[in-house]
């Protein structure tokens, strides 16, 4: 049982557009706490895809796209192309422990049909 | 080019010790904390722990609390995750990561390590 909770899977044709939630409570995502999104292709390690909630690292296309609101947040791709088939991860900070102490998402698995 | 460079492949039986590293280059090794993520076949990701290499601090999640080790060397700009008696139930993937961000609530991972495969079987 992850602390952030996603979707295990979503779907989508290509060129349209999908979304991944990401709910968290109280002590993480609610807490102000920022929220990060990973990119895992098949057999590869994960690659950071969102940063700050919304904010893209150099060479990730525009196409996704990152939000968050009270205890939740999503990462949006629009334009689907067969290369974004892969797991995504949502990633904050958690304050109920004695930290520090960073949770992640159970992954969602991303079908482009 | 900031980089993290694992450790290749290890298979291990139970009970046996193992040490995994990770050598960062591109970057002020020691001016970063620098995590360890599990990942057991077909599961997700679990944060396990960081070190600051600059001056060994480092902190557990109580989930790992106990059942690792992470130290570092500086001098090589290496950090290192080992068990000192594996189980099967160890058998994942590892990846060390960079903690980046302001302040540890902001932290986000980047780069990523390419991984290293543990095996614990007999």
């Known amino acids: 049982q992850s602390v952030l909770t996603q979707p295990p899977s979503v779907s989508g044709a290509p060129g349209q557009r999908v979304t991944i939630s990401c709910t968290g409570s109280?002590?993480?995502?609610?807490?102000?706490?920022?929220v990060h999104w990973y990119q895992q292709l098949p057999g590869t390690a994960p690659k950071l895809l969102i940063y700050?909630?919304?904010n893209r690292p150099s060479g990730v296309p525009d196409r996704f796209s990152g939000s968050k609101s009270g205890t939740s947040a999503s990462l949006a791709i629009t334009g689907l192309q067969a290369e974004d088939e892969a797991d995504y991860y949502c990633q904050s900070y958690d304050s109920s422990l004695s930290g520090p102490f960073w949770v992640f998402g159970g992954g969602t698995k991303l079908t482009v049909l | 080019e900031v980089q993290l460079v694992q450790s290749g492949a290890e298979v291990k039986k139970p009970g046996e010790s193992l040490k995994i590293s990770c050598k960062g280059s591109g970057y002020s090794f020691t001016s970063y904390w620098i995590g360890w993520v599990r990942q057991m076949p077909g599961k997700g990701l679990e944060w396990m722990g960081i070190?600051?290499?600059?001056?060994?601090?480092?902190r557990y999640s109580p989930s790992f609390q106990g059942q690792v080790t992470i130290s570092a060397d500086k001098s090589i700009s290496t950090a290192y995750l080992q068990w000192s008696s594996l189980k099967a139930s160890d058998t994942a993937m590892y990846y060390c990561?960079?903690?980046?961000?302001?302040?540890?609530?902001?932290?986000?991972?980047?780069?990523w390590g390419q991984g290293t495969l543990v095996t614990v079987s007999s």
């Open positions: 700050g909630n919304s």
């Open positions: 990561v960079r903690h980046s961000g302001s302040s540890w609530q902001y932290n986000w991972f980047d780069p």
């Open positions: 070190i600051y290499p600059g001056d060994s601090d480092t």
């Open positions: 109280s002590s993480n995502i609610g807490a102000g706490y920022d």
